[in-house]
């Protein structure tokens, strides 16, 4: 792809959460400062949220890291789960080895019997849910259940939610104020800021190998940061589309011009008016274009 042209070693936008590319925002600094605080607290409840690609699953993944070897960690990335399926994938996490169809007072009392192991060895388990809003109803009440599990100093299953703004709406209905009054801390990430849009960038280019060179201008980030509104994930999407556009036309550094193709291909993005042109950006055209370039150079090594 663009890698060799730019002077890269790896992809520096990818969309799948990889922490070698974690960025330390201060919005994400706070919230796993809380969540840190909290969970050495021994508090029972904690709760992120944030819109679509605020860095949610990679702020999630950060604290596994970041709790490895102070606490046992339980992480379910997919919590669509009916009640049995969650406490037997918190089993599965926990180690514990069980039937199937083992029945749910059995399953229930091989749970709480681990948490009671893991505590005497003076840790204790936390659970993390990532995309949260997805947990059933009854689930949710099932998950406030476990967190009834205890001795008479700790709490043997402390729970992170994390979740869009919807898991809010959801929390906010009567039939969830009990487990509403047991979330003792959360947290609302928010966008990143003019400023942060260039670090981050800057930063995930650094980590892919850049040599320090400037391959966006002024211009391109001041474009990058208003379609993208500061969410990491389109400022990856468009920031990824871009190199494609420039090695397709061969450009040694982006522009604006390269950003606006990105941003007509792009989802979601916000679109800047004044940029618009009468063709739009295809990332099989910029294949094409940069492949032809490609061959042009092959056949000028060999002559």
């Not at 799948?16 to 960025?23: A, R």
């Not at 009640?83 to 039937?99: D, V, W």
């Not at 509104?229 to 522009?255: D, S």
């Amino acid at each position: 792809m663009y890698l060799e042209h730019f002077g890269l070693r790896a992809l520096p936008f990818g969309i799948t959460p990889d922490t070698s590319f974690y960025f330390d925002s201060p919005s994400h600094q706070e919230a796993l400062n809380v969540l840190l605080v909290a969970l050495r607290s021994g508090e029972g409840f904690l709760k992120v949220t944030g819109e679509v690609g605020t860095g949610k699953t990679l702020l999630c993944r950060r604290l596994l890291h970041v709790l490895d070897q102070e606490f046992v960690t339980a992480y379910i990335p997919d919590p669509f789960l009916t009640p049995t399926a969650l406490r037997m994938a918190l089993a599965e996490e926990l180690g514990i080895k069980c039937a199937r169809n083992l029945g749910q007072h059995a399953l229930l009392k091989l749970i709480t019997e681990r948490l009671v192991e893991i505590n005497a060895t003076g840790k204790r388990v936390v659970l993390l849910l990532d995309e949260a809003q997805a947990l059933p109803d009854d689930s949710l009440e099932a998950l406030r259940l476990l967190t009834n599990l205890e001795t008479e100093k700790d709490k043997l299953l402390l729970v992170v939610l994390f979740g869009q703004p919807e898991l809010d709406e959801r929390l906010a209905q009567k039939k969830f104020r009990q487990l509403r009054q047991r979330i003792i801390f959360s947290y609302a990430l928010r966008p990143l800021s003019a400023e942060e849009c260039s670090a981050y960038l800057q930063h995930r280019l650094a980590i892919a190998g850049s040599d320090g060179r400037e391959l966006f201008d002024t211009r391109a980030y001041t474009s990058l940061t208003k379609a993208s509104r500061g969410i990491p994930r389109l400022l990856n999407i468009l920031g990824h589309k871009a190199l494609m556009a420039g090695f397709g036309q061969g450009a040694g550094r982006i522009t604006a011009s390269q950003v606006h193709q990105a941003i007509a291909d792009t989802e979601g993005a916000t679109q800047l008016s004044r940029w618009r042109r009468p063709w739009t950006f295809n990332a099989l055209s910029a294949f094409g274009t940069a492949a032809t370039l490609a061959g042009v150079s092959l056949m000028l090594v060999g002559v």
